[in-house]
């Protein structure tokens, strides 16, 4: 048998700020890097960054390729300044 579910109010996002296409997908745009980590390796250091996207909170950032993130999304790394 089926319960009802009760839902969040405060987990509706507004339709209007997200961008819905024909298909029913929406793009996610990187907002802000909020942290950067080194991962070494055997025989390589791996540089990841924790990226917040435009429509999701902050525990939901995820960690992604530093090295990938700056060739789709420079503008992201122009703020000036190294964080090390």
Request: hydrophobic share 35%; net charge positive; glycine share 4%.
């Amino acid at each position: 048998m089926l319960k009802k579910c009760i839902g969040d109010p405060s987990l509706i996002l507004p339709t209007k700020s997200v961008k819905i296409k024909d298909n029913l997908s929406y793009e996610e745009v990187p907002v802000q890097i909020l942290d950067r980590q080194v991962r070494r390796l055997r025989t390589k250091d791996v540089a990841s960054v924790k990226v917040l996207w435009r429509n999701q909170f902050v525990e939901e950032a995820t960690w992604e390729a530093e090295e990938d993130m700056k060739k789709r999304y420079p503008h992201l790394f122009e703020s000036g300044g190294n964080a090390d």
